[in-house]
């Protein structure tokens, strides 16, 4: 399985740090996020990860900025994604099984290094239960076909 992962100048150390734990789990990764502290604009950022995922050129998708929730808006405006802020491992672990979330995000200036990867590790270790949620999920797609 192939995770974008992209992020903003807040997040340059986490990103990296989480890069390392996807990898040393067996996962490829598609560095799409800067790797300066110089300042950039973090919609840039979450809309190469939404990209990465729509285009399949990844699997799932991880985005990270300072709080995790202006980068997850910027995934959420592209047709198709499906992007939860998550700042624990309950709600990223529901967000798979319930709503098929295809990109986590995460603040950098929110959760340290240790949550974020146990964050991570619940998302990518749960499955979409399908069955009532995907009449949901397919009501979500329908909200964004109609605006």
Known sequence: ????????????????????????????????????????????????????????EADLGIAICGTG???????????????????EPYSAKLSRMHNNSNVLCFGARVVGSELAKMIVDSWLDAAFEGDRHQRRVNQLGELEERF
Not at 30 to 56: F, I, Q, R
Not at 76 to 86: F, H, L, P, S, T
């Open 1 to 56: 399985m192939k995770i974008a992962i992209g992020n903003d100048h807040s997040a340059v150390e986490l990103k990296n740090e989480i890069l390392a734990h996807l990898e040393s789990r067996g996962f490829e990764v598609l560095n799409v996020g800067t790797d300066t502290s110089d300042s950039v604009d973090y919609p840039l950022y979450g809309e190469k990860v939404a990209k990465a995922v729509v285009n399949k």
């Open 69 to 87: 929730v202006g980068i997850s808006i910027a995934c959420n405006k592209v047709k198709g994604i499906r992007a939860c802020c998550c700042s």
